[in-house]
């Protein structure tokens, strides 16, 4: 049986670890940025304190924010936690934390598993955590497992805590704090610094990270300031600034008024909203997503260096709730605020980071109090917990163990969802010894028998499960101009999985869509269709706008035979490879960009470019199994099993645990004729991964072309309980009661 190649998204998620941050080195970076087109002096980084000359009250709200104390130099007043030899016990390793010549250390486990001392060079953040970094060769900086809880001790801080309560994480673990998943660098230096270039060099596997300014100042909303400033003090050329110098108006609310529409209580905006500049800027942080180029992002064009994240499988619920940590950005575009323009500066002053308005009064700007602050709405009484909008319209999920963060979906609590698909719901959030059925009967007799929405509820669940009506459910949202665009996108991304004239039609229309969300998820999601029917729907793409969309069309276009091209149309071609390349490049420090390399070269028939990237992978992280994976692949497509064998064993002694690696090698000791120990490997990944229909279907063919019907049969049953409509295993269990009958 051949193994399909794997495939590793494109996608590098940022803060793929809930309960990680990360920060290196103290490098000021020169100030500067590219030349605008068509300006004949670049725009430059000048420093917050420059603009706090003319803007004295922005500044000193920003003074006391968790921006401008996002990263610091560790001091005396920047250090929360308590360095006076405390000790920390977690998972059988002490760790003491201590001052010494002034300065602050802690003796704890290395990347040898051994105790050591490690000065820490920053903190980063402040509350309701603080953490800390540690300097390490290469340009490195890491960030330690164990965090200061600064809360007041009244409310259980004031405390030393790890990240992975209940965890052992040896060195062996990609999760130890000396290892890639914890490094600054690549992890979460550009939200916590200003104008940050990473600088990795893959020749000296080294970073020489810069920044402007060590925290998150002005110009990392407002871009570099140099010609602002050059405008508002007439110098010489400032006529030439345009737009007051400004790199990007954050400007969507001015003039804006929001009157209130007595008959539905809500406020409605007097003019639509045509941008979303203000959006965008805010989600180049407060966004799980990946890395398209290193440098700051230009402020109000997100989609030009970063790959948002959709509603992903373990990241969100099949509703859209958070699920991971996810952040703010991808929540907040599927809200009913979200469409009627509300921007994130209504809610927040976007200077101090604060309400506008305390508590209630915050929702309370656009929907009338008697309407939605009574009692017969919230269904609590009044002055409760459980009659704050947020308890019900925004449940906290905490991440990092200490740090609630508020749902930006802005929902109503759907208990009937909970009920046909298993979602949370806030009214069971807080009514823990009540079920959903109680919450759900609540609802109906306060409000009607009727809920608007859920399909997206009811195409993830289905696509999730592979139900059989997943492909039409999945393809009727991507097509539904009234759903939120990344709701359109999530769908249209889902469609990868159900192949067939339904999703392609629903493909063709997302890829045409206004949104960029929408048009890029459709282009990842023909990955595996006929590079003909490909070169017909996405090769208009690669003319796109938007920086992720076109790369998404580059990498869907890999294959195309470009060498009988007239000359335009191939360098046209070879100019998208070329961009997607720099993407990925991006992130060269990462073994998941060097995999997309690779199979980025095998598509364009390099596959001797492809293997340098796979190995370069195992040597970033030589536990990371689909570098092992597509090396094999690579191998046995060239007819050197040896090779595909020797990479599947290194890849085994590095993850031992991996099911992907067992299943592979299974397959390959198959091909050999070694049929018991490849069965051995086969049901060693089965148990290792019993969330895979895939691999305990594999392990039932196996058993009965062994000669063991009835133990086929037997794990045949579990998994069908596991996945009743996945059709493989639905095949397999029609030919063993053939077989049996027979």
Known sequence: MKPARLRVAATLLLAALAAAAWTWHAQRAPARSPAEPG???????????????????????????????????????????????????????????????????????????RPADFEIKYTFGVTPLQQYLVAFPGGRLQALPIAWDARPKSQGGQRWFHLYPGQRITPRDPLHWTRLNQNWNWMCADCHSTDLRRNYDSASDSFKTAWSEINVSCEACHGPGSAHAAWANKAPGWEK????????????????????????????????????????????????????????????????????SLLARGLFFADGQQQDEVYTYASFLQSRMHAQGVTCSDCHDPHSGRLRVPGNGV??????????????????????????????????????????????SIRVPRPDLSLKHGTPNACNGCHKEKDARWAARIVEQAFGPQRRGGDLAAALDAGRRGAPEARDRLAALARDGSAPAIVRATAAAELQAFPGTPATAALEAALKDADPLVRGAAAEALGDHEIVDRLRLAEPLLDDPVRAVRAKAARALAAAPVAGMDAARRARFEAAFAEYVTTQQANANRPEARINLGLFWIDRGEPEKAEAEYRAATKLQPDFAPAWLNLADLYRAQGREAGAENALTQGLQHAPANADLSHALGLLKARLGLREEALRLLRLAAEQQPDNPRYAYVYVVALNDTGRPAQARAVLKSALVRFPHHAELQQIAALLRTDKAD
């Open 39 to 113: 300006a004949s002096t670049p725009r430059e980084y000048i420093g917050a304190t420059a603009c706090g000359g003319c803007h004295e009250k922005a500044f000193a709200a920003w003074q006391g924010s968790h921006h401008r104390l996002a990263m610091q130099e560790a001091t005396a007043q920047s250090v929360l936690g308590d360095f006076g030899n405390r000790r920390f016990s977690h998972a059988g390793v002490t760790s003491i934390f201590f001052r010494r010549d002034g300065r602050f250390y802690v003796n704890t486990d290395g990347p040898d598993g």
């Open 241 to 308: 600034a345009g737009d007051m110098g400004l790199e990007v108006a954050l400007d969507e609310r001015k003039g804006v008024a929001w009157p209130m529409n007595a008959a539905s209580g809500s406020a409605v905006r007097s003019r639509p909203l045509a941008t979303r500049r203000e959006v965008d800027t805010c989600g180049q942080c407060h966004a799980r997503r990946a890395t398209l180029a290193d440098g700051p992002a230009r402020a109000g064009q997100l989609l030009d260096t970063h790959d948002p």
């Open 363 to 408: 929702c309370l700007q656009c929907h009338d109090a008697a309407k939605y602050a009574a009692q017969n709405h919230t269904l609590h009484r009044e002055g409760s917990a459980g009659a704050g909008c947020p308890a019900c319209h925004m449940p906290t999920r905490t991440y990092m163990v200490v740090d609630p963060r508020h749902d930006h």
